[in-house]
């Protein structure tokens, strides 16, 4: 293809991607009603980053990431910028097809298609991406951004968390990846620098706890159309301000459950929402659910709950410890299906069910992501024997399933209203 049409044809690219979010955006802020006046940041902060291409991150080097097991903290102490690259645009989904096999997850081909030579504004001076070898589709990416032109760090991750060789073979990796990340920011990392990044981090993922204690009330104070949108805020948002926002949120919506203000009916069905992750803009499922009625008060998936829930925990300042307390904080908790086995995956969702007092669970699997289409098995028979429905669905970022799955997500979210009222 000569120089001309491939020009045009990627401006068309980024043109579908604005309309794709306006449109998105438009959805979220319109189509319900009443949204708390601290979501207008999010609201704003989107608008301006995907439709205008306007810059969020602060000045620095940015340095995409592929996967929330990735540790922002020691790119931040190097005097980087993380930025993740987990796309949810279908146009670049599109895009991506020239480099990925179709029948790939469109979370994968979308970041490819992303990384393409014209960026959206934003991620215009982006060059260097750590890429973590989790899923064999997210491995093999890897190999294809650097024939991108990106100066792509393969980050090397376990493919088992339980094991003493699995935990030494992973802190091996992030001490590694600290001097790769100093030669990526040309930066250093010292023992002032990775404190203060695990400070800051730590304070933003305090205000998304505060924030996920709220939505276990009843009757629901945020619906999760508006979560998900904050915890995606925090893929590309300046850390500080993004903490600070979601500290306004938390303040207005104490003061609406003061009011006896909420987001739902006291008896909307309320769903645990997991799988695949809900990426900006392609939130057709949660919106779908929410459309229908129910509410989504929790969720467990990696653009959200898995990402910011649990902290570094650090015994002595000193550089050594900090960095394999980071390495620590990446790989124990971490519930993603990538795992040989992975029964952390079913306590926390049979646990997030219970404290969240959950009716019922949506399972979103990207078609071609097998390892979420596995372990669904075993995720339905856990939440069955604990007397859970759950609704399978499996999808991609093309909108020509909304009629089909709106079909099914109603006549769920119906079925859970009748059992509430038949156990009432
Ligand atoms: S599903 Fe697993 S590998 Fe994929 S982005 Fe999420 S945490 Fe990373
Ligand atoms: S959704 Fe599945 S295939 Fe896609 S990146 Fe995550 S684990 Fe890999």
Same mark, same amino acid.
């Given at each position: 293809?000569?120089?001309?049409?491939?020009?045009?044809?990627?401006?068309?690219?980024?043109?579908?991607?604005?309309?794709?979010?306006?449109?998105?955006?438009?959805?979220?802020?319109?189509? $319900?009603?009443?949204?708390?006046?601290?979501?207008?940041?999010? @609201?704003?902060?989107?608008?301006?980053?995907?439709?205008?291409?306007?810059? +969020?991150?602060?000045?620095?080097?940015?340095?995409?990431?592929?996967?929330?097991?990735?540790?922002?903290?020691?790119?931040?102490?190097?005097?980087?910028?993380?930025?993740?690259?987990?796309?949810?645009?279908?146009?670049?989904?599109?895009?991506?097809? =020239?480099?990925?096999?179709?029948?790939?997850?469109?979370?994968?081909?979308?970041?490819?298609?992303?990384?393409? =030579?014209?960026?959206?504004?934003?991620?215009?001076?982006?060059?260097?991406?750590? *890429?973590?070898t989790?899923?064999?589709?997210?491995?093999?990416?890897?190999?294809?951004?650097?024939?991108?032109?990106?100066? /792509?760090?393969? #980050?090397?991750?376990p493919?088992?968390?339980?094991?003493?060789?699995?935990?030494? $073979?992973?802190?091996?990796?992030? %001490?590694?990846?600290?001097?790769?990340?100093?030669?990526?920011?040309g930066?250093?990392?010292?023992?002032?620098? #990775? %404190?203060?990044?695990?400070?800051a981090?730590?304070?933003?993922?305090?205000?998304?706890?505060?924030?996920?204690?709220?939505?276990?009330?009843?009757?629901?104070?945020?619906?999760?159309?508006?979560?998900?949108?904050?915890?995606n805020?925090?893929?590309?948002?300046?850390?500080?301000?993004?903490?600070?926002? /979601?500290?306004?949120?938390?303040?207005?919506?104490?003061?609406?459950?003061?009011?006896?203000?909420?987001?739902?009916?006291?008896?909307?069905?309320?769903?645990?929402?997991?799988?695949?992750?809900?990426?900006?803009?392609n939130?057709?499922?949660?919106?779908? !659910?929410?459309?229908?009625?129910?509410?989504?008060?929790?969720?467990?998936?990696?653009?959200?709950n898995?990402? #910011? *829930?649990?902290?570094?925990? /650090?015994?002595?300042?000193?550089?050594?410890?900090?960095?394999?307390?980071?390495?620590? %904080? &990446?790989?124990?908790?971490?519930?993603?299906?990538?795992?040989?086995?992975?029964?952390?995956?079913?306590?926390?969702?049979?646990?997030?069910?219970?404290?969240?007092?959950?009716d019922?669970? !949506? @399972?979103?699997?990207?078609?071609?992501?097998? !390892?979420?289409?596995?372990?669904?098995?075993? !995720?339905?028979?856990?939440?069955?024997? +604990?007397?859970?429905?759950?609704? &399978?669905?499996?999808t991609?970022?093309?909108?020509?399933?909304?009629?089909?799955l709106?079909? %099914?997500?109603?006549?769920?979210?119906?079925?859970?209203?009748?059992?509430?009222?038949?156990?009432?």
């Amino acid at each position: 293809m000569s120089a001309a049409p491939q020009g045009g044809r990627r401006a068309a690219v980024l043109a579908q991607q604005i309309r794709e979010s306006a449109q998105a955006l438009a959805t979220l802020e319109r189509e $319900f009603p009443d949204n708390p006046a601290a979501m207008d940041y999010f @609201y704003k902060l989107f608008h301006r980053v995907y439709c205008e291409g306007g810059r +969020a991150q602060p000045e620095g080097t940015l340095v995409g990431t592929t996967c929330v097991q990735v540790p922002d903290e020691i790119v931040r102490a190097a005097g980087g910028v993380p930025v993740r690259l987990c796309s949810g645009s279908h146009a670049f989904d599109l895009a991506g097809a =020239d480099f990925m096999p179709a029948k790939s997850c469109s979370l994968v081909k979308a970041t490819l298609g992303l990384l393409q =030579d014209e960026r959206p504004a934003w991620l215009d001076s982006l060059d260097r991406v750590v *890429n973590l070898t989790t899923c064999d589709q997210k491995k093999k990416a890897g190999q294809m951004m650097e024939e991108l032109g990106c100066q /792509v760090h393969h #980050l090397e991750f376990p493919p088992s968390k339980d094991s003493e060789h699995a935990r030494a $073979f992973w802190r091996a990796s992030v %001490r590694d990846f600290v001097r790769a990340a100093e030669r990526m920011t040309g930066g250093r990392v010292t023992r002032a620098s #990775l %404190r203060e990044s695990i400070l800051a981090v730590s304070r933003a993922q305090a205000a998304y706890r505060r924030l996920q204690r709220l939505r276990a009330e009843s009757p629901a104070l945020l619906l999760g159309k508006d979560a998900f949108l904050v915890t995606n805020a925090y893929f590309f948002d300046d850390l500080e301000r993004w903490t600070g926002a /979601v500290d306004a949120l938390v303040a207005e919506l104490e003061a609406r459950r003061e009011a006896g203000i909420s987001a739902a009916l006291r008896r909307a069905p309320r769903i645990l929402f997991t799988g695949s992750p809900p990426v900006f803009p392609n939130l057709k499922i949660p919106v779908l !659910v929410e459309q229908a009625g129910g509410v989504i008060v929790a969720d467990e998936t990696c653009s959200a709950n898995r990402m #910011l *829930n649990d902290a570094v925990s /650090v015994d002595e300042w000193n550089l050594y410890d900090m960095v394999d307390a980071v390495a620590d %904080r &990446y790989l124990k908790p971490c519930t993603c299906p990538i795992f040989t086995s992975n029964g952390d995956r079913l306590r926390r969702l049979l646990d997030l069910a219970r404290t969240h007092a959950v009716d019922g669970v !949506v @399972y979103q699997a990207f078609a071609g992501c097998q !390892v979420y289409e596995m372990e669904h098995h075993s !995720v339905s028979r856990a939440l069955a024997e +604990a007397g859970l429905p759950c609704l &399978y669905v499996e999808t991609d970022y093309s909108p020509d399933d909304v009629g089909q799955l709106s079909t %099914r997500v109603e006549a769920f979210i119906e079925s859970l209203r009748s059992r509430r009222r038949r156990r009432q």
